[in-house]
């Protein structure tokens, strides 16, 4: 398989955010898919994740999500300074921020001739909560969210007070997620309370718990469990292979039509 990687500066109303791609060679237009990163940007883990994601067909997009505080193309350090600049960045930085993002880059794809118009989101850690948010535009048909911070604190943004939970029946595709057992920032009772609003709203979801860590998906770092990390990335492809490629929800206005086997590489 082989991958075109490129970038594009978007405007957004909080300035130009660099919108990293990765388009598999082949036969095109294929489904986008959003990609949202952890407080870290577009790391080596994060590069991975989405390289694996276009090999099976897809083209990706990767915002940068702290673009109002760092030069374009800068990614956080896995360390003490790294992550105290991305936990401050995400409580300094405006809630509409962060979904004005997210709708510059669902344009983006839309309006990318290599793309088919058929959309869903994907996030870790932040990037979890982020695709959640995404997945309230009506365009995203399957979201997947691992290990989504802040939640069900509805702590996300300037204020810390977000409203997530509260527009959870906005989302109208269908939602993966996944959580670790063991993850301190998103704690049993987090988890429960996000269950039980997704279950009275009537969302069409699954829910999968593992007994892991926080970071238990990247690739780098003492959390890092492969194993499970692999049946993370296969739920994940069954959603999007079944809900974007194989097209079984109604397009969205002015989408192609949900296309055939797709001959890649």
Not at 125 to 131: E, K, T, V
């Amino acid at each position: 398989m082989l991958i075109q990687e490129s970038f594009a500066d978007l405007a957004t109303p909080s300035g130009p955010m660099r919108l990293h791609r990765y388009v598999p060679a082949g036969a095109l237009p294929v489904p986008g898919l959003i990609l949202f990163s952890e407080i870290f940007q577009v790391t080596g883990p994060i590069a991975r994740t989405a390289r694996r994601l276009a090999s099976r067909g897809y083209l990706v997009a990767v915002p940068e999500v702290y673009h109002e505080f760092e030069p374009a193309g800068c990614a956080l350090a896995y360390d003490k300074e790294g992550t105290d600049k991305g936990n401050r960045y995400k409580i300094e930085k405006e809630l509409a921020a962060f979904d004005a993002d997210a709708r510059a880059a669902i344009a983006h794809l839309k309006a990318d001739p290599r793309c088919n118009g058929r959309l869903g989101s994907m996030g870790i850690c932040l990037g979890g909560h982020l695709s959640f948010r995404c997945a309230m535009n009506p365009e995203i048909l399957a979201g997947v969210c691992l290990y989504a911070t802040d939640i069900h604190k509805g702590s996300l943004g300037k204020g810390l007070k977000d409203d997530s939970l509260a527009r959870i029946p906005d989302l109208q595709g269908e939602m993966l997620m996944v959580w670790g057992r063991q993850d301190p920032h998103v704690p049993q009772e987090g988890r429960d309370s996000i269950y039980r609003a997704l279950n009275a709203a009537g969302t069409n979801f699954t829910w999968h718990e593992f007994n892991a860590q926080h970071a238990f998906i990247r690739d780098e770092g003492h959390r890092y469990d492969a194993a499970l990390a692999d049946i993370a990335y296969d739920l994940a492809f069954e959603l999007f292979d079944r809900r974007l490629l194989a097209g079984n929800l109604e397009a969205p206005a002015g989408a192609a039509p949900a296309p055939g086997p797709i001959k890649l590489g």
